[in-house]
């Protein structure tokens, strides 16, 4: 009944730690600034704790179990030990009286020997009435007939004993051997018992570690977002102004195949400086620029695309801030007051963009005479 109510209350206590487990993803995942990679980290640890916690909740009712068969062997020894115990103090008791029958047998042998047969009448006409008369006659009946049975029968009773105890020895025997060998399972299960507990606990430790590792990311996250706002809407506010360094923006080519060319060095070095926000780095690779702000670990990578004829967008394909993997949605909220935007109106004056490529170092892109 105890052992009953004992599995039904652990296995209500399961149920609401994983409530509570599922219930905590929920809160932390529900913010924004949330990656799939920060999900699945914790989801992940939260299932192998809802996995040990099966486990564990299977591994209790596996040693109730065997705990109950071990003490039914341990009954069952205490049983042959306690007939042992009773046939030991027979055999002790038969002993005793076949030890002394031998004894009276002996010493009756030896007086009826040393007075040879006229004793044997004199022992019984000495008798001082018929009842001491009969007495004296079955002994001495008993001398002579049955002495050779009664020790036989002494002596097989005693055997039968011997045999009795020996089954029951055998017996004691094989089932400590059989205890010894279920107490060492027993044993390695409650050690697996423990191992899995131990697991739990370094998982929540881990858990609690990684959800306030989150809850740091996200308050890291809400500060940047208006940071990276202004970061932007200041580096646009820069590049319209059109203060480009000499021979940042090259052209060549005739008045209706115009190309050119402008380097992430000349982007970087047009946006360094004391803006009161952090600093802004560009690279150019081939089919990629990269966007960095070194000071809040962030990384964004993407292209440029033409924007009304006259301008750069920067679309991100992919990012990350302070290690972790942005998703698309999160990426989203940066840009959410205005996209970061390159304008080369001032430079190009009545031409516009066709195309635009980045290679290792520059943007390369083509002009023509706006309509």
Do not use: C
């Not at 179990?65 to 069952?76: L, N, P, V």
């Amino acid at each position: 009944m105890l052992k009953g109510r004992w599995q039904e209350q652990f296995l209500i206590a399961f149920v609401i730690f994983v409530f509570l487990l599922n219930y905590s993803v929920t809160q932390v995942f529900g913010q924004n600034g949330s990656t799939p990679e920060s999900k699945g980290k914790l989801q992940k640890i939260i299932n192998l704790q809802s996995e040990i916690l099966q486990k564990l909740f299977a591994q209790e009712q596996k040693i109730a179990a065997m705990g109950e068969e071990a003490e039914r062997m341990a009954g069952e020894i205490e049983t042959v030990n306690g007939r042992i115990t009773a046939l030991q103090k027979s055999m002790a008791e038969e002993e005793a009286t076949y030890a002394k029958k031998k004894e009276d047998l002996k010493l009756v042998l030896r007086s009826y020997q040393r007075m040879g047969t006229g004793s044997y009448l004199e022992i019984i006409l000495e008798s001082k009435d018929l009842t001491d008369f009969l007495r004296r006659l079955n002994v001495l009946r008993d001398i002579t007939k049955n002495t050779g049975k009664l020790i036989e029968r002494l002596q097989s009773s005693k055997e039968q004993q011997a045999a009795v105890k020996q089954k029951l020895t055998d017996e004691l025997t094989r089932l400590r051997s059989k205890q010894d060998r279920y107490n060492e399972l027993l044993a390695n299960e409650k050690q697996l018992q423990k191992d899995l507990a131990d697991e739990l606990a370094a998982l929540a430790a881990e858990r609690e570690n990684y959800q306030k590792y989150l809850a740091d990311l996200h308050n890291k996250w809400n500060e940047f977002k208006p940071v990276f706002a202004g970061a932007v809407e200041e580096f646009t506010s820069r590049i319209a102004k059109g203060n480009l360094p000499p021979g940042a923006f090259q052209l060549s080519g005739g008045i209706f195949n115009i190309k050119g060319s402008f380097t992430d060095q000349a982007l970087n070095k047009m946006i360094t400086g004391d803006t009161g926000f952090p600093q802004i780095i560009f690279k150019f690779r081939p089919g990629n620029v990269e966007m960095t702000m070194p000071e809040k670990n962030l990384v964004l990578n993407g292209i440029f695309m033409i924007h009304e004829g006259s301008a750069l967008k920067f679309e991100v394909r992919e990012g990350s801030f302070q290690g972790i993997p942005l998703e698309k949605e999160v990426v989203s909220e940066l840009f959410r007051d205005g996209d970061l935007i390159i304008n080369f109106k001032p430079m190009l004056g009545g031409y516009i963009l066709k195309s635009v490529e980045t290679m290792d170092g520059y943007l390369q892109f083509s002009i023509s005479p706006g309509l």
